[in-house]
């Protein structure tokens, strides 16, 4: 095994590099522990945004923390609340249209602080 001078893995015949994470370089991983989820000690951004997009209008809670189970689960619960399609991707909900009111009431209700962001 060989190692340049920042630490990372340049060579290994051992086998060994196929257990690293590509993020951090580190076995086990340690970037991409999931968080415990408590509402009551969150913060949730929402923004809208149509850039991209065809002009048409995008929910998008961003800034989350890395739990992805929890968060595919909400997004779930919050396209059907506000009757719309959505994704959870690359660490944000979109939700598909302006819905800041329904998310706001509703994840205020399962005692999320909300944030308004942009326009």
Not at 58 to 80: D, M
Request: hydrophobic share 30%.
């Amino acid at each position: 095994m060989c190692q340049n001078n920042s630490g990372r893995l340049v060579f290994a015949t051992d086998g060994s590099h196929k257990n690293l994470c590509n993020k951090c370089n580190l076995n086990p991983c340690q970037c991409c522990l999931d968080q415990e989820i408590i509402p009551a000690e969150l913060v949730l951004k929402i923004r809208i945004e149509k850039k991209g997009r065809g002009g048409k209008s995008v929910s998008v809670l961003f800034e989350l923390p890395q739990n992805e189970k929890y968060w595919i689960g909400l997004t779930k619960k919050l396209k059907a609340h506000c009757g719309s399609g959505g994704a959870y991707k690359k660490g944000m909900i979109e939700i598909q249209g302006d819905h800041r009111d329904k998310l706001t009431s509703y994840l205020e209700k399962m005692g999320f602080l909300i944030k308004l962001g942009g326009g």
